[in-house]
């Protein structure tokens, strides 16, 4: 191959590093998707069983009286019961009592491994729970 007379060749050269060039982040982009991206899928799951834990935890401490479909929940104790389980499970989130029911939406921290793009990667999820009597 002569430089100097074959053009071709020389473009050639240069096709391989400019494919790996392009091709590198385009892997790693995937590769992180995929790595990040299961943990986002994770950090949701693990968000909305702690929350349903949560308003479980905070629907049975809540119960004061009542017996059956009757149960009254005292908004104070179920709140601070829900949230004292999303700071054990180190998770953040919030806690409405509504006349029948605890219901607790959770956040789960996920810090990226590939991809710290400025993305918030923390899972959420939402769980409900109401107090059941013993006759139920």
Known sequence: YDP???FAAVARVG??????????????????????GGGKVRANEQAT????SAAR??????????????????RPRAVAAARAY???SGATGSVRVTAGAVEVDAVV????KLLRLGIDWS???????EPRGSDN
């Not at 096709?15 to 990040?36: K, Q, T």
Request: glycine share 14%.
């Open 123 to 129: 899972g959420k999820g939402s769980g409900e729970a």
């Open 86 to 88: 999303l700071n054990q």
């Open 49 to 52: 069983l702690v929350a349903q």
């Open 4 to 6: 100097q007379t074959d």
């Open 57 to 74: 935890a905070g629907a049975n401490a809540g119960v004061v009286q009542g017996t059956g479909e009757r149960l009254v929940i005292d």
């Open 15 to 36: 096709e391989a590093p400019l494919m790996l060039v392009l091709l590198i982040p385009a892997l790693f982009l995937v590769l992180g998707l995929v790595v990040d």
């Open 109 to 112: 921290p996920y810090d990226a």
